[in-house]
């Protein structure tokens, strides 16, 4: 009975210890003030059919007849990144990935997508992904990591609805904060 005693007390205060040791090598979260931002707008224009000139962005695959809200919609996008929110402003990066709608009941879509910068400003990529709950006024994606100008970089790219044209065209501000640089 006291050596069991003795050999919980032992196994108890090892693991204090490793707890301890594990808490003291954790890097403090420094949340409060981002090492790099960028704010840039995303413009999506959606093929229709017919406007395959202007369009950069095309259904690969259609909606499903689970609710009124586009269910299982996929889009896939290569579109033009600008710093202001004229869709003719020079691109300062291409957004390349996909978005698909997975609510039955709103509006819903789930973004995967890379940033990639090839200018004399930056040159490199930013994965970015998260959810994208459209009926609110701010979202928050994560930035899952980077390479090149932005290599192994984490943060938070703040998504707001900048407006809405039609079903063809929409454009997002995205407000990017970088937490982790190198
Ligand atoms: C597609 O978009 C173009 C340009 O906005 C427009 O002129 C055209 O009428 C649209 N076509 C359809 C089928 O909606
Ligand atoms: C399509 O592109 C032309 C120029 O190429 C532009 O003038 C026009 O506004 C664009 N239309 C849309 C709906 O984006
Ligand atoms: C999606 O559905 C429309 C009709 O609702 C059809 O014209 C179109 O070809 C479909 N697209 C795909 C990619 O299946
Ligand atoms: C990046 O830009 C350079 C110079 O404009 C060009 O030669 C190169 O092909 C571009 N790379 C990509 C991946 O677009």
């Known amino acids: 009975m006291r050596i069991n005693l003795e050999k919980t007390c032992c196994i108890l205060f090892f693991l204090l210890f490793i707890s301890q040791s594990v808490l003291a090598y954790k890097r403090p979260i420094k949340s409060s003030k981002p090492c790099k931002r960028l704010v840039l707008y995303y413009h ?7 406007n395959t000139g ?38 300062v990066a291409r957004a390349q990935g996909f978005y698909f709608y997975d609510m039955k009941s709103t509006y819903n879509a789930w973004f995967a997508y890379t940033l990639i910068f090839n200018s004399t400003k930056h040159k490199g990529t930013l994965n970015i992904m998260g959810a994208d709950m459209m009926m609110e006024e701010t979202r928050d994606l994560s930035v899952v990591g980077g390479t090149g100008d932005f290599f192994m970089a984490r943060g938070i790219a703040t998504f707001r609805t900048d407006t809405f044209q039609g079903a063809d065209y929409f454009r997002l501000q995205m407000d990017i904060k970088l937490y982790e640089c190198y």
């Open 44 to 50: 999506d224009i959606l093929f229709n059919g017919t």
């Open 54 to 91: 202007n369009a950069t962005s095309a259904r690969a695959a259609n909606a499903t007849k689970l609710g009124d809200f586009t269910f299982g919609m996929l889009v896939v996008f290569d579109d033009p990144m600008t710093k202001d929110h004229h869709l003719l402003s020079p691109p």
